[in-house]
C-alpha cells in the first residue's frame, strides 16, 4: 500500500508541479524524459521508507543512549511537565522554531569535512526540481533526525504536539525545492521560499554556503548566512568541484568511497 501511495503521490505532484511551472518557473523547464529523472524516481520510493525507517531506528537507539548515559551518572532526563502545560499553538511554535534552530546548525555541519561526503548526495541534482527533496542519504538521515530530535528531548520538548504537521512540513521540503520563482515577498524574511533555498543549492560561488535555514531565514539573517537577491536567481545547480555518480546505487555508495 505503501508504494502504491507513493506512485500516486508521484503522479500528482508531477501533474501539479507541472501546471506551476508553465507560469512560475525559475529556470526554464527540462523534459521529464532525461537521464536524471529515473534516478529522482528511485529516490522518490527509497526515502519515504529505506531512509526514512533507517531514521526512526537510529534515534530510537540515540534517545535510548541518551537515556542510559544520564541515568549511569546519577540523574533523570528532564521532565516534559513544562512544555505540556502549555496550549498546543504554543507548544507548536516554541517546537518549530528550536528544532529549525537545532537543524540550522545541524545543517552548517553536513556542510563541513567527511559529512559532507553524506550531504554531497542530497544537492546532487544539476535540474533542481521538487523531487530533489527525496535525495537524502540514509546516514544524512540518521546523524540529522539525532543532531535535531536528542537535545529537543533532553530539554524537556516533546513532539506530539506537532505529529499532524508532519505530512505538511514534508509537503512544504518538497514546495521549496520546486523550480519556481517565488520568493514571497515581504514575507521573503520570515519563511522559507522556493527561491530562498534554491540558492542553497546553486553551485554559483555566490550561493555557496548559505540558507541553511529549513523554516525561517531569519535565522540565517541572525547568523549572517542569508543570500537572496531580488535582481535574479540562482541558474546552475549540483556539486561545485565534485562528480557524484548518476545512479542511485553510486550515490549510496559515494560517502563510502575512497576519496582521490
Known amino acids: 500500500m505503501k508504494v502504491v501511495a507513493l506512485a500516486v503521490s508521484l503522479i500528482v505532484l508531477s501533474a501539479l508541479f507541472a501546471l506551476l511551472e508553465r507560469t512560475a518557473a525559475s529556470v526554464p523547464r527540462r523534459s521529464i524524459f532525461r537521464r536524471e529523472r529515473l534516478t529522482d524516481f528511485l529516490w522518490w520510493f527509497f526515502t519515504p521508507t529505506i531512509t526514512r525507517i533507517a531514521g526512526a531506528v537510529g534515534l530510537v537507539i540515540a534517545i535510548g543512549a541518551v537515556t542510559l548515559g544520564v541515568r549511569a551518572i546519577g540523574a ?5 511537565a513544562w512544555f505540556r502545560s502549555q496550549n498546543a499553538a504554543l507548544q507548536i511554535i ?8 537545532l537543524a540550522y546548525w545541524s545543517h552548517r555541519m553536513f556542510h563541513r569535512g567527511a559529512l559532507w561526503r553524506i550531504h554531497a548526495v542530497h544537492h546532487s541534482s544539476t535540474d533542481l526540481d521538487w523531487l530533489a527533496a527525496a535525495r537524502v542519504h540514509p546516514l544524512n538521515e540518521v546523524l540529522s533526525r539525532a543532531m535535531q530530535i536528542v537535545p529537543l528531548y533532553l530539554l524537556g520538548f516533546r513532539g506530539e504536539a506537532l505529529a499532524a504537521l508532519v505530512p505538511v512540513l514534508t509537503l512544504y521540503a518538497i514546495f521549496v525545492h520546486a523550480n519556481l520563482r517565488w520568493d514571497f515577498g515581504p514575507l521573503r524574511y ?12 546553486t553551485s554559483q560561488e ?8 529549513g523554516l ?4 540565517d539573517i541572525v547568523f549572517g548566512t542569508f543570500y537572496m537577491p531580488r535582481d535574479r536567481q540562482p541558474e546552475r545547480f549540483g556539486l561545485s568541484g565534485q562528480t557524484m555518480p548518476a545512479s542511485m546505487l553510486g550515490q549510496l555508495a559515494y560517502p563510502f568511497r575512497r576519496i582521490r
Open 206 to 213: 555566490e550561493g555557496l554556503d548559505k540558507n541553511f535555514a
Open 94 to 101: 516554541e517546537l518549530l522554531v528550536a528544532a529549525d534552530l
Open 216 to 219: 525561517f531565514p531569519w535565522i
Open 190 to 201: 520570515v519563511i522559507a521560499s522556493p527561491v530562498f533555498h534554491r540558492w542553497h543549492h
Open 76 to 80: 533523570e532526563v528532564p521532565s516534559p
